[in-house]
């Protein structure tokens, strides 16, 4: 691990951390407020946020190291979206997907988490590859 390796992973964790908040926490807090007990009440939910900072940080780790070990000499935007891509065809689509077939979950509110966490991250997948562009280059 270089220090570029985990400059990034401690910057991406704090992003992810904070667009978490603000997809699942703001925007979507009202959405999941209607499932009633199908989720935690947030004072009950208080006793688990350690399980959410360590998911992020494991998070922010394998994504800074996928993209670090694939991470090529060329434009860091294209790159970026393209890996960011990658990960919600990998990760946030079928997730969400596999928790709608599975759960009583409003369909308005899965898509509603697909779209604002495919944004999300989008902006962390450019994040990882502007933090990991070749400076030399005048891109």
Do not use: E
Request: charged share 15%; no cysteine; proline share 3%.
């Amino acid at each position: 691990m270089d220090r570029r390796f985990v400059t990034t992973w401690a910057v991406v964790f704090i992003a992810w951390m904070a667009g978490s908040f603000a997809v699942h926490g703001a925007m979507l807090g009202d959405d999941y407020a209607k499932l009633g007990a199908m989720m935690r009440a947030p004072a009950d939910a208080q006793g688990y946020f350690h399980y959410m900072i360590l998911a992020h940080v494991l998070l922010a780790g394998a994504f800074t190291w996928i993209y670090s070990k694939g991470v090529r000499q060329a434009d860091w935007l294209g790159q970026g979206l393209r890996f960011g891509i990658a990960v919600v065809l990998l990760t946030i689509a079928p997730t969400y997907l596999i928790y709608y077939a599975v759960q009583p979950m409003p369909g308005t509110l899965v898509a509603k988490q697909i779209a604002f966490d495919a944004v999300l991250v989008l902006l962390l997948a450019l994040l990882v590859a502007f933090l990991y562009r070749d400076r030399s280059r005048a891109d």
